[in-house]
């Protein structure tokens, strides 16, 4: 009985000393997980409550006409019934795919890149300033010569999407790899590692913080890239959320302008929640991660 209320330990409590009772102590008297939600959820909702009174303050000044900035009751009423609405969930179809679609592709040239680049010399010396150049490049500078090679149509969005987003992915790939530990490398090689069982089981574990941390940002610009995108390339048979944001401006219909720009502004929170649960897991798995105040 016990080791059982010591956490699983198979040790008896003399046994216990030092840091491991510690550790213990600290479980055992560490916050509840409805505290350590509400400990990180809070200053969440504060911030929005702050923001919205800021919005509304400012409708209150008459600084602009109710129709061109509504207030946050006519916004959010617009947005209850824009989430309801078949145009939403049309328009999150058409931009998903493309957003999935772009940003698969990014990955994948990102990834081989970064790792040709990381690894051979002549490509380091040829192509590793000229990756982050391109990484600073903004995204609406390419769609001049997107439109110019393949006019108003899909494939000009894609081709903006990945040469936004696959930079970022190529550059978390090469300074995940530079920071692998040369002595870990050499172990694995003792122990019979070579080729792409080294860079499975060696490298790319060990660079794989570095490099979820770079598609991470490679989703962000790929992002940015697709709304830029669908601003500007408005295909008249395809709804999408940059398309019906574009509609709502033309037509002065700034509640639903503003409930557009929320659901982008939640479709970003979303994706950033899954990517701080994969680092989450990550951290853990490697053991950098306090598992009493996780």
Not at 156 to 166: D, E, P, R, S, T
């Amino acid at each position: 009985m016990a080791s059982d209320t010591l956490a699983g330990s198979s040790r008896t409590p003399a046994e216990i000393t030092g840091l491991d009772a510690l550790e213990i102590a600290g479980r055992a008297h560490g916050p509840g997980r409805l505290r350590r939600a509400w400990s990180t959820l809070w200053p969440k909702l504060a911030a929005l409550a702050l923001a919205i009174a800021l919005w509304q303050a400012v409708v209150w000044t008459g600084w602009k006409d109710p129709w061109a900035l509504p207030g946050p009751a006519v916004v959010f009423t617009d947005l209850g019934d824009y989430l309801v609405s078949s145009a939403l969930w049309d328009g999150l179809a058409t931009t998903g795919r493309r957003a999935a679609v772009g940003f698969a592709a990014a990955v994948t040239v990102g990834l081989v890149l970064g790792l040709a680049v990381a690894r051979v010399k002549v490509l380091r010396a040829a192509l590793g300033s000229m990756i982050t150049a391109l990484q600073t490049m903004p995204s609406i500078a390419w769609f001049p010569l997107a439109i110019l090679l393949f006019q108003l149509s899909e494939q000009a969005i894609f081709f903006v999407v990945v040469l936004g987003a696959a930079p970022s992915v190529a550059n978390g790939v090469i300074h995940g790899v530079d920071y692998v530990p040369p002595l870990l490398v050499r172990a694995g090689r003792n122990l019979g590692a070579r080729g792409l069982h080294l860079y499975r089981y060696v490298i790319a574990p060990a660079a794989l913080p570095a490099i979820v941390a770079g598609l991470k940002q490679g989703w962000a610009f790929a992002w940015r890239s697709l709304m830029a995108g669908e601003l500007l390339v408005v295909i008249a048979t395809r709804t999408s959320i940059g398309a019906q944001l574009t509609y709502a401006r033309e037509l002065s219909e700034a509640p639903r302008l503003m409930a557009i720009m929320i659901v982008i502004l939640l479709v970003g929170l979303g994706v950033d929640a899954a990517f701080g649960a994969a680092d989450k897991a990550i951290r853990r798995r490697w053991g950098v991660l306090d598992q009493a105040g996780d």
